[in-house]
T-cell receptor, first 111, second 113 residues
Framework: QKEVEQNSGPLSVPEGAIASLNCTYS??????FFWYRQYSGKSPELIMF????GDKEDGRFTAQLNKASQYVSLLIRDSQPSDSATYLC???????????FGIGTKLQVIP | KAGVTQTPRYLIKTRGQQVTLSCSPI?????VSWYQQTPGQGLQFLFE???????NKGNFPGRFSGRQFSNSRSEMNVSTLELGDSALYLC????????????FGPGTRLTVL
């Protein structure tokens, strides 16, 4: 089992809809979780991090963490074509917090 | 603050050669991690350096090595290049405390012919 798992997609949503991206992790000791956005040909850009159970909102983005289910999600409200990118979920793993990434989910927002 | 910088941005090498990539972290960041990104495997962790010491290592062969200098700048070396080493190599820096967030450089695109 991989440390961090994501569906590679693509996930297609119409413009203005809510995009829901999901991620599961295997290390129950992980305390912090990160979402990165990566446009084609570019490097990953940090968009959200979450440490506590529950929801964390930042603009159109909401990160949700459920430690009991080992599940992290990212909701993008009012999706825009500019949100079309690959979204990477990451979590620290092991004693020195090696940050491990999921394969990434490709999001396509259709105008 | 200036972001993470990587040099060179693009590199073309032939099989059997070796290559050295460089990364300068954000000022004040003592941790530098290296990742290999390929379309099929995604982002794979190579190693992390903190205060000139390797404190984490991924599952890559010994041909992949790195080091960190006293100013936190880091280099990654790949010896005896193989075709499968063609990838985007990304460096990320963070302060090194836990919890922490890391920031990526623009990457070095390595092509092995």
């Amino acid at each position: 089992q991989k440390e961090v798992e994501q569906n590679s997609g693509p996930l297609s949503v119409p413009e203005g809809a809510i995009a829901s991206l999901n991620c599961t992790y295997s290390d129950r000791g992980s305390q912090s979780f990160f979402w990165y956005r990566q446009y084609s040909g570019k490097s990953p850009e940090l968009i959200m991090f979450i440490y506590s159970n529950g929801d964390k909102e930042d603009g159109r983005f909401t990160a949700q963490l459920n430690k009991a289910s080992q599940y992290v999600s990212l909701l993008i409200r009012d999706s825009q074509p500019s949100d079309s990118a690959t979204y990477l979920c990451a979590a620290p793993y092991g004693g020195y917090q090696k940050v491990t990434f999921g394969i990434g989910t490709k999001l396509q927002v259709i105008p | 603050k200036a972001g993470v910088t990587q040099t060179p941005r693009y590199l073309i090498k032939t099989r059997g050669q070796q290559v050295t990539l460089s990364c300068s972290p954000i000022s004040g960041h003592r941790s530098v991690s290296w990742y290999q990104q390929t379309p099929g495997q995604g982002l794979q962790f190579l190693f992390e350096y903190f205060s000139e010491t390797q404190r984490n290592k991924g599952n890559f062969p010994g041909r992949f090595s790195g080091r960190q200098f006293s100013n936190s700048r880091s280099e990654m070396n790949v010896s005896t290049l193989e075709l499968g080493d063609s990838a985007l190599y990304l460096c990320a820096s963070k302060t090194g405390s836990n919890p922490d967030t890391q920031y990526f450089g623009p990457g070095t695109r390595l092509t092995v012919l």
